[in-house]
T-cell receptor, first 115, second 112 residues
Framework: DVKVTQSSRYLVKRTGEKVFLECVQDMDHENMFWYRQDPGLGLRLIYFSYDVKMKEKGDIPEGYSVSREKKERFSLILESASTNQTSMYLC??????????????FGDGTRLSIL | SQQGEEDPQALSIQEGENATMNCSYKTSINNLQWYRQNSGRGLVHLILIRSNEREKHSGRLRVTLDTSKKSSSLLITASRAADTASYFCATDRRNQGGKLIFGQGTELSVKP
């Protein structure tokens, strides 16, 4: 079974801090994704990576950056945390096969609170 | 932009009853997927239906797709309390490398 592991289930940080959320997958997937999930807004794509060192902005990249130095690891960085970044963050991965049609496999999420 | 929109937003039924959730979308798709999310957990993939398919089954799940109406439905038969979860449809973004657009989900509650 594919396993996507997010480093923390719960995290509390202060405004202005630099925050790192880590995600590791064990199935050699090319694609990795970061989403945030908020009540009433569903899942929104923050960033997407289709290969090592490659990244694309999603729908809401402002205030975030990402790093993918190794295929199995995809990090989300909040450069200077703000209270409106309090949310549930979900990491996912899938295979690249012709561009679509592959299920995404999700981690259990990190519930981040910015005080 | 919002692509998939589920209906209803919340559904409460008794164990043993069938649960039907609907999803509408706006643009052409290659495929549509359904996911389940238990409270406080990540999403789990349930089923994928391609644009050239009309119906697909997996265990107690039945998914239909009507591309002319840009809609899909998920039917869970003989529901169990363990089916209590949120259910999301997701559509792929054509020519955008496997990225998905998720709806806001249907919250299903199955009472024992």
């Amino acid at each position: 079974d594919v396993k996507v592991t997010q480093s923390s289930r719960y995290l509390v940080k202060r405004t202005g801090e630099k925050v790192f959320l880590e995600c590791v997958q064990d199935m050699d997937h090319e694609n990795m994704f970061w989403y945030r999930q908020d009540p009433g807004l569903g899942l929104r794509l923050i960033y997407f990576s289709y290969d090592v060192k490659m990244k694309e902005k999603g729908d809401i990249p402002e205030g975030y950056s990402v790093s993918r130095e190794k295929k199995e690891r995809f990090s989300l960085i909040l450069e200077s945390a703000s209270t409106n970044q309090t949310s549930m963050y979900l990491c996912a991965s899938n295979l690249w096969q012709g561009g679509s049609g592959q299920p995404q496999h999700f981690g259990d999420g990190t519930r981040l609170s910015i005080l | 932009s919002q692509q998939g929109e589920e209906d209803p937003q919340a559904l409460s039924i008794q164990e043993g009853e069938n649960a039907t959730m609907n999803c509408s979308y706006k643009t052409s798709i290659n495929n549509l997927q359904w996911y389940r999310q238990n409270s406080g957990r990540g999403l789990v993939h349930l089923i994928l239906i391609r644009s050239n398919e009309r119906e697909k089954h997996s265990g107690r799940l039945r998914v239909t797709l009507d591309t002319s109406k840009k809609s899909s439905s998920l039917l869970i038969t003989a529901s169990r309390a363990a089916d209590t979860a949120s259910y999301f449809c997701a559509t792929d973004r054509r020519n955008q490398g496997g990225k998905l657009i998720f709806g806001q989900g249907t919250e299903l509650s199955v009472k024992p």
